[in-house]
């Protein structure tokens, strides 16, 4: 079974930077989707950045709210996604969580995992 760590959640002034990571274990497919997903209390977890491990999976994809401020990278040896955030928002405050789509064939619904999420809290 896939597992997926997360850390380096905090609390951050705005204008401030976290960087957060996210290790997978197990059993990754060649084929599979990373990303992190971020979600406010009484509101619907939204995706905030996707990286997929080949073309077929996609490309690297962020939300019209983080793009140019936040970037997200892989580290193929480690298994492991990272999300680099700058200049950082009070509207940014959220629980992130990592994500994986773990395709065994490409046309067959994936394996989807979620981590625990990790706190980010961005002060005005």
């Known amino acids: 079974q896939v597992q997926l760590v997360e850390s380096g959640g905090g609390l951050v002034q705005a204008g401030g930077s976290l960087r957060l990571s996210c290790a997978a274990s197990?059993?990754?497919?060649?084929?599979?989707?990373m990303g992190w997903y971020r979600q406010i209390p009484g509101k619907q977890r939204e995706l905030v950045a996707t990286?997929?491990?080949?073309?077929?999976?996609?490309?690297?994809n962020y939300a019209d709210a983080v793009r140019g401020r936040f970037t997200i990278s892989k580290d193929i040896a480690k298994k492991t996604v990272h999300l680099q955030m700058d200049n950082l928002k009070p509207e940014d405050t959220a629980v992130y969580y990592c994500?994986?789509?773990?395709?065994?064939?490409?046309?067959?619904?994936?394996?989807?995992?979620w981590g625990q999420g990790t706190q980010v809290t961005v002060s005005s």
């Open positions: 990286i997929p491990s080949v073309s077929e999976a996609g490309t690297t």
């Open positions: 197990g059993r990754v497919f060649s084929v599979n989707v």
């Open positions: 994500n994986i789509k773990n395709f065994r064939a490409l046309g067959s619904p994936p394996e989807d995992v």
